[in-house]
């Protein structure tokens, strides 16, 4: 190569222009140099043809023949490979507990099945209502911001690949295992993998890229779930009220829910669940995030027309509402654990979101059972009765009437008390009735009357009664009607439980029985008990309302509450009968009859 010189260095004369000539060549070489390298280094390169994947590893699609992708050809260039299956399939897994039927349309869940639950028909209980579905989507479905893309991925046939246990001759693979689906078109990459156990709990992984990009796709159960068989109005069911339908999660540890009504369709929540679920009164399907710190929650709020009137398909049309649920990560991969089945005490204490050390080590499932703000008296209630059923009786409805039989015997001495109270509030009504005499003319806003109430408290206390006595063997079984109430309607154990003619303990008894005999009985008690001071007239208006109310009110209840409420009242008068052959029953009949005999002469008088 020439050698490069300062032309400033160069000797002046004739010999300089050949130094200037050099210098000058020097200086174009160097620039053609730099230009070349800059091209040979830095131009973008072509596109390399992605190795052709071998045959043992070619994902199948059970049932179907996965065709080989195209091989390149030498003179053209070569495309992203598209990654489709040629027609539709089917994949069932099955487990102890489940019979999940998964569609490679979309790569979603057709029907989930509970082995160990029913239908009002008898049938098991598929998760996935059809109607609902069909409008608005199927489990596992992915959601994104594009409505466009959404439709894609959710109609595309997915290539699938069953990992673990194979399928046997019928298409039917045993859990544990997981099936990946994969499909790849346009620049659009999706992969999705569920993983299945031996428990409700799956797990589902997805991804989904657009020309190497991340999207945020998340997974759905986008409506509803469970008992909702008013859509199709079959069965037992069509007479019952709409299946209620709630959002729970919990952040923080600190769990809540949401009636359908509270809830807003589309919006996204990004913060920390632990859990985000959809549920009615005895089935959730919850999701529990692996990073609940990058969780993103989508509340899906949906609705369908139906006939006011479950028992008239003509009457006025009012919309359903239909709740779901979208779950995914802020980074774009989704990973999470899917419960869905039974809301059951002792499964949903199992299950444990992810704890802060990324271990399920959090909160459990369990707050999903709603027993409501008396929780503290409704748990112990219902593991009572779950007590009695495993280690006794084996039947829910006489497992409610013995476990309402040893509440009452409980407060039996609570009973007594009170008879002792209305004995001694009886005996003072005299000094009473003195009291209110001297005050008898003054007028109702009076300030004087303040002394008559003075007057009558000092009474109590000189004489050691509690004006409040003879209410307490009321209050106590009103009180421990709602807890009652709400073990009955939300503990799963109690769907579909039988009785003699009671088909359903958690539905209203369709002979009306029931509530006719608590009218009655409650009457009879009413009728039979003497009530201390209070006038005749009120006496007869108080053992006829009070009846007639709370029989009308259990009159569509769950006949379980209603069957509490009625053994509790038949134990009432057998014990009100007991106490009125007593010494102080009859010193209480004798010291009424005494009144009601002066009333009548009183009155007699005044004519």
């Excluded at 082995?115 to 479905?141: H, I, T, W």
């Excluded at 109702?444 to 209410?471: F, L, Q």
């Excluded at 079984?477 to 709602?482: D, M, T």
Aim: proline share 9%.
């Amino acid at each position: 190569m020439p050698e490069i010189q300062n032309p400033n260095l160069q000797p002046q004369g004739s010999g300089g222009s050949g130094g200037d000539m050099r210098s000058t060549m020097a200086f174009v070489l160097m620039a053609m140099a730099v230009l070349f390298g800059y091209q040979f280094f830095m131009k973008p390169k072509a596109d390399q043809p992605p190795p052709e994947p071998p045959s043992a590893a070619a994902p199948v699609t059970p049932g179907t023949s996965s065709p080989a992708p195209p091989a390149p050809t030498a003179n053209a260039p070569v495309a992203a490979p598209q990654v489709e299956a040629a027609a539709e399939s089917t994949t069932t897994v099955e487990n102890p507990f489940y019979k999940i039927v998964l569609t490679n349309r979309g790569a979603q869940v057709k029907h989930w099945i509970l082995k160990q639950y029913k239908d009002s028909a008898g049938k098991p209980l598929d998760l996935v209502q059809p109607e609902a579905a069909a409008r608005f989507g199927l489990p596992l479905a992915l959601f994104t911001y594009e409505p466009a893309l959404t439709a894609q991925l959710n109609s595309a046939l997915y290539q699938v690949t069953v990992k673990g246990a194979q399928p046997s001759f019928d298409g039917t693979v045993s859990a544990p295992t997981s099936i990946a689906f994969h499909y790849a078109a346009g620049g659009v990459d999706a992969v999705k993998t569920v993983c299945f156990g031996s428990s409700y709990v799956v797990t589902v992984e997805a991804e989904v890229q657009r020309n190497g990009a991340p999207v945020r796709a998340l997974v759905e159960w986008p409506a509803g779930l469970g008992d909702m068989e008013e859509f199709h109005q079959t069965g037992m069911m069509a007479s019952q009220g709409r299946t209620p339908s709630f959002f729970a999660w919990s952040i923080g540890g600190k769990a809540n829910s949401l009636a359908a009504v509270k809830v807003s369709g589309g919006d996204t929540l990004d913060a920390p669940y632990q859990y985000a679920a959809v549920m009615d009164q005895y089935f959730a399907a919850a999701f529990l995030p692996d990073a609940p710190e990058r969780a993103t929650v989508v509340t899906l709020h949906n609705a369908i027309d139906l006939p006011g009137n479950p028992d008239d398909p003509n009457s006025k049309m009012r919309p359903a509402d239909v709740l779901g649920l979208a779950v995914g990560d802020t980074s774009g991969t989704t990973r999470l654990r899917l419960f869905a089945g039974p809301k059951e005490t002792d499964l949903l204490k199992s299950i444990h979101a992810v704890g802060p050390e990324g271990k399920p080590d959090g909160p459990s499932l369990d707050p999903l059972i709603d027993f409501g703000w008396l929780a503290f008296l409704a748990k112990p209630l219902y593991l009572l009765l779950r007590f009695i059923v495993l280690h006794g009786i084996g039947n829910w409805g006489w497992a409610i009437i013995l476990s309402t039989a040893v509440i009452n015997l409980t407060l039996l001495p609570t009973r007594i008390a009170a008879t002792k109270s209305s004995l001694k509030m009886m005996r003072i009504q005299p000094k009473i009735d003195a009291v209110k005499k001297r005050y008898a003319n003054l007028k109702i806003n009076d300030p004087k009357r303040a002394e008559m109430n003075t007057e009558i408290m000092a009474v109590y206390k000189a004489e050691n009664v509690n004006m409040y006595g003879s209410c307490l063997p009321m209050l106590v079984p009103l009180i421990l009607l709602w807890p009652y109430f709400r073990v009955l309607l939300n503990a799963v154990e109690l769907r579909q439980a039988h009785w003699l003619w009671l088909p359903d303990l958690s539905q209203a008894d369709p002979t009306h029985i029931l509530p006719i005999f608590i009218i009655i009985t409650m009457f009879l008690t009413q009728y039979i008990t003497p009530s201390p001071g209070m006038d005749p007239q009120q006496r007869r208006m108080m053992a006829f309302m009070m009846p007639v109310f709370f029989g009308f009110m259990l009159w569509h209840y769950a006949s379980g509450a209603a069957l509490y409420w009625g053994t509790g009242n038949l134990i009432m008068l057998a014990m009100q009968i007991g106490i009125n052959r007593s010494h102080w029953g009859r010193e209480m009949h004798e010291i009424a009859a005494r009144r009601a005999a002066k009333k009548t002469g009183i009155s007699a008088g005044r004519k």
